[in-house]
Structures are given as C-alpha cells and as structure tokens.
C-alpha cells in the first residue's frame, strides 16, 4: 500500500487526474465484467476503489496546499466570480456551488470576512386580491344514505 501512495505522490495534477480517469475506466470494466461473467479475482474492485480513494485524497491535499499560498483578497475573488457562475444557471452550476462553499469555509478560517448576500431584486407584485366570502358549510345530514 504505501508504495502505491508513494507513486501517486510523485506525480504531477496532470498525471493524477489522468490516473484517476483511467482508473475510474477500470473499475467500470470490472464492474461490468462482474455483472456478465465471473470475476478471476473479485478484489480487484476494492484495489481500484482503494486507488481511487488515494488519488483524490492526494489532489485534494494538493488543492488546499494551493490555497494556502494565495492571500485572502485573491480567495475572495475566486468566491465571486464562482458566485456569478452559480448564479448564472449554467451547466456546471452544482460544481461552482461546492467549491463556492469550500471556499468560504477556508476563507473564513484564514481570517477573511464574508460580505454579506446581495438582496434578491425587487419584483412587482401584483396586490393580493380581496378574498370573497366563503360560502356557508351545510351539515349533511346523518341518515341511512337512501
């Protein structure tokens, strides 16, 4: 185990990402292998879950090594202008809403302050109509139903 992880410290962003897509592309052939014939060795799905695992694991420790470096006003631009990209309801919109808020939860852990929510614009709306009164209940009455 800790040689595998040893090898996947040694690469770059560029060579994990790629790892991890062929590794993913892996794990689905053994999925599908499973799901049609016998697998020779059925541990193989946990390696590569394993390997899978590590690999985010090391892009992540990468990521928040990254954002460490950079000052707090340069982490609040990156908040804005994956806000604007949320907001903007385009495809990629849940991704933007995760890092939005990862981002916030270390921005805020250095020291930065979170400005507050811009309010939603006014919209017209129409004045509620008055309500008529309801018509009067009826009792039914109790009987035997002929």
């Keep these: 185990m800790p040689n595998r992880m040893n090898e996947f410290r040694g690469m770059s962003d560029e060579q994990l990402a790629l790892a991890l ?3 993913e592309k892996h794990l689905f052939q053994l999925r599908f292998q499973s799901a049609t014939d016998r697998l020779e060795t059925p ?3 946990r390696k590569a879950k394993r390997d899978i695992a590590r690999i985010r694991t090391l892009q992540r420790a990468k990521e ?4 460490e470096g ?3 006003e340069q982490i609040g631009t990156r908040i804005a202008s994956l806000s604007a990209k949320e907001a903007a309801n385009l495809p990629g919109k ?3 809403h ?3 808020a990862r981002l916030k939860r270390f921005y805020a852990a250095k020291g930065g302050k979170l400005p507050l929510p811009a309010a939603p614009a006014p919209t017209e709306t129409k004045a509620p109509a008055p309500k008529a009164a309801a018509p009067a209940k009826t009792e039914a009455k109790k009987g035997s139903g002929k």
């Design 21 to 23: 897509r062929d590794t």
């Design 43 to 45: 541990s193989e799905i």
């Design 64 to 67: 928040l090594a990254k954002l």
């Design 70 to 72: 950079l000052p707090v």
């Design 94 to 96: 849940r991704t933007a």
């Design 98 to 100: 995760r890092q939005v």
